[in-house]
T-cell receptor
């Protein structure tokens, strides 16, 4: 069965600094991978997705993620964090349309 | 993407009662899903809401506790029955949209349920 691990429960970053969130997956075939963001009191918003092709995918809000099959990873990055990026971030893998989510990483942005 | 709304946005309920959550999407979709997000936890799939047939439940979730309706391609309801404090969670619906080679789930804003 597929699974997703997000090793970092909580990350604190200064505004303007770079951010990288880790995601490792376990899946037998070519994975369909997603990053979602959940702002406080909000639903989930899709940041980006990987299905095939270019392993570096661009998303909304200046985020990007790189798929590395050899490392079973799909890490999310942003070069310069804004205070509005404070939220919880979920990595997910799809299997026959069903999503399995990681535990999430909470990002705190300090001024 | 799609515009997805849920009602109610939040509720506080007494144990032993039931609450029905509605999910409305602005376009016809084949697949709708219901998730639960317990406090401080990730999302867990409850079931797939099938139009015209019974919902498909994931392991650990049963129809008697979480009956689901899907009367058409734009609407679904989830009922949380005979509630206990352990049912306090955020419940989210999602829809699957196909776009070329990519199928992506989009989520509603969620219903925050507190059971006293």
């Amino acid at each position: 069965a597929q699974s997703v691990t997000q090793p970092d429960i909580h990350i604190t970053v200064s505004e303007g600094a770079s951010l990288e969130l880790r995601c490792n997956y376990s899946y037998g075939a070519t994975p369909y991978l997603f990053w979602y963001v959940q702002s406080p009191g909000q639903g989930l918003q899709l940041l980006l997705k990987y299905f095939s092709g270019d392993t570096l995918v661009q998303g909304i809000k200046g985020f990007e993620a790189e798929f590395k099959r050899s490392q079973s990873s799909f890490n999310l990055r942003k070069p310069s964090v804004h205070w509005s990026d404070a939220a919880e971030y979920f990595c997910a893998v799809a299997d026959d349309y069903k999503l399995s989510f990681g535990a999430g990483t909470t990002v705190t942005v300090r001024a | 993407s799609a515009v997805i709304s849920q009602k109610p946005s939040r509720d506080i309920c007494q144990r032993g009662t039931s609450l029905t959550i509605q999910c409305q999407v602005d376009s016809q979709v084949t697949m709708m899903f219901w998730y639960r997000q317990q406090p401080g936890q990730s999302l867990t799939l409850i079931a797939t809401a099938n139009q015209g047939s019974e919902a498909t439940y994931e392991s650990g979730f049963v129809i008697d506790k979480f009956p689901i309706s899907r009367p058409n391609l734009t609407f679904s309801t989830l009922t949380v029955s005979n509630m206990s404090p352990e049912d306090s969670s955020i419940y989210l619906c999602s829809v699957l949209l196909a776009g070329g080679a990519t199928d992506t789930q989009y989520f509603g804003p969620g219903t925050r349920l507190t059971v006293l």
